[in-house]
C-alpha cells in the first residue's frame, strides 16, 4: 500500500467506514434473489409438456385395457399416443411460438428509428425460438409418456399391470408438480396435490367411461345372440 492510499483510509471518517462494513454484511447475507418470473415460460412449457404426456398416455392404455384385457392392444395404443402427442405438441407449440416471434419482431422494428437495419445481436437473442420450444415441448411429452408405457410394457397379468399403471403415473405426477413448484418458487405440497388430483380424475373418467362401453358392448352382444 503506497502513501497515498494509506492517508485516504486515514481520512475517512469512523462513521462511514462502519456504514460500509454495515452494507457489505448486509450484501453477504442477502444474496441476489432469484427472478422466478424469468423461468416461467420455459417451465410451463417443460412441465405442460410432461404432465400432458404423463396423463394422456396412462389415461389412453387404462381406456384400452378397460375393454381388452390383452398386453399387446395396450402398448400399441400407448405407443401410438406417444408418437401423435409429440408431433401434436411439437407442432402446437411451434406454430404459437413462432406467432410470438413475429408480433415481438414487428414491435421491435416499429420501435426502430431507422426500420431497415439489420437487428442486433441482443435483439436476436431477446426474439423467442420456435424450433427450440417445438423440441423441448415434443421432448416433455415424450418423458412423460415413457413412463406409463414402460411401466407396463412387461406386465402380464391384467390386474397387476392396471395397478402398476397407476401407481407409477400417481407418483409421476406428484414428483413433477413438485418439482415445477419448487423450480417456480411456489407451495410444493399444494402444487403436487393439484396435479395428482388432475391426473387421478383424468385416469379414472378415461377407465370408467370406456369400461361402462364394454359392459354395454357385451350386454347387447349377448341380447343379439
Known amino acids: 500500500m503506497n502513501a497515498s492510499q494509506v492517508h485516504a483510509s486515514n481520512s475517512t471518517p469512523p462513521s462511514l467506514q462502519h456504514q460500509q462494513s454495515q452494507i457489505q454484511i448486509q450484501e453477504s447475507e442477502n444474496p441476489k434473489e432469484i427472478d422466478y418470473s424469468e423461468r416461467a415460460q420455459w417451465l410451463r412449457a417443460a412441465v405442460l409438456g410432461a ?10 392404455m387404462l381406456g384400452v385395457g378397460a375393454v381388452n384385457r390383452s398386453l399387446r392392444p395396450m402398448i400399441v395404443s400407448g405407443l401410438a399416443g406417444l408418437v401423435a402427442g ?14 410470438q416471434h413475429d408480433i415481438e419482431l414487428a414491435q421491435i422494428k416499429r420501435e426502430k428509428e431507422d426500420k431497415e437495419a439489420a437487428l442486433t445481436k441482443e435483439e436476436k ?18 418423458t412423460g409418456a415413457l413412463l406409463p408405457l414402460l411401466s407396463g410394457a412387461f406386465i402380464r397379468p391384467w390386474e397387476i399391470r392396471l395397478a402398476v399403471v397407476c401407481v407409477v403415473t400417481a407418483l409421476a405426477l406428484a414428483g413433477f408438480g413438485a418439482a415445477g413448484a419448487i423450480l417456480g418458487g411456489a407451495n410444493a405440497k399444494k402444487s403436487a396435490a393439484r396435479v395428482l388430483l388432475g391426473g387421478l380424475a383424468a385416469m379414472a373418467i378415461s377407465f370408467g367411461v370406456l369400461r361402462l362401453f364394454a359392459l354395454a358392448l357385451h350386454e347387447s352382444s349377448s341380447s343379439i345372440i
Do not use: R, T
Open 51 to 60: 404432465n400432458d404426456g404423463l396423463v394422456s398416455i396412462a389415461s389412453l
Open 125 to 142: 437473442d431477446s426474439l423467442p425460438n420456435p424450433a427450440q420450444a417445438a423440441g423441448a415441448s415434443a421432448l416433455a411429452f415424450a
Open 86 to 99: 409429440a408431433c401434436s405438441m411439437a407442432i402446437g407449440e411451434f406454430v404459437s411460438v413462432y406467432a
